[in-house]
């Protein structure tokens, strides 16, 4: 298990926590409140977009899955949805493109730490 995947006595990753708390406080100490807001938003609108998303992906790919929960006014509920956050996300992608591509870069990051993770995993895993 890598650093960040510890544990510790009570089963909690603090080495993960402790990491997070630092980037936060970096982000808070040189970013105005806007900027911060804004970034959040972006982020936890792109995140429910993709969930939202994954709904409708899941439903072509499986469509004999059992579903213990039916999503209420299926397929409209969720499409008005995706058309309203994805225009806020087309609005702030348009009027505060810094914001965007510094969050772009976040994800990008986090994307090439979790494939770099991977890696270690399978090679870890190899050796057992």
Same mark, same amino acid.
């Given at each position: 298990?890598? /650093? ?9 990753? &603090?080495?993960?926590? #402790?990491?997070?708390?630092?980037? @936060? #406080? ?5 970013? +105005? ?19 939202v998303m &994954?709904? /409708? !992906?899941?439903?072509?790919?499986? $469509?004999?899955? @059992? ?5 209420? &006014? ?5 499409l008005v949805?995706? @058309? !309203? +956050? ?10 505060? $493109? ?26 870890? !895993? &190899?050796?057992?």
């Amino acid at each position: 298990m890598g /650093f960040l995947g510890r544990v510790n006595a009570k089963d909690m990753p &603090g080495n993960a926590i #402790l990491f997070q708390s630092v980037v @936060a #406080l970096a982000f808070i100490l040189t970013a +105005t409140f806007e900027f911060i807001v804004v970034f959040a938003g972006a982020l936890l609108a792109l995140n429910s977009f993709l969930a939202v998303m &994954g709904l /409708f !992906i899941l439903r072509w790919r499986e $469509p004999d899955l @059992a579903r213990p929960y039916r999503t209420w &006014g299926y397929p409209v509920v969720p499409l008005v949805y995706l @058309a !309203i +956050t994805g225009f806020t996300l087309f609005y702030v992608a348009t009027h505060e $493109p810094a914001k965007v591509l510094f969050a772009a870069g976040i994800i990008a990051a986090g994307a090439v730490f979790y494939l770099v993770s991977r890696r270690g995993r399978r090679a870890d !895993i &190899g050796h057992d």
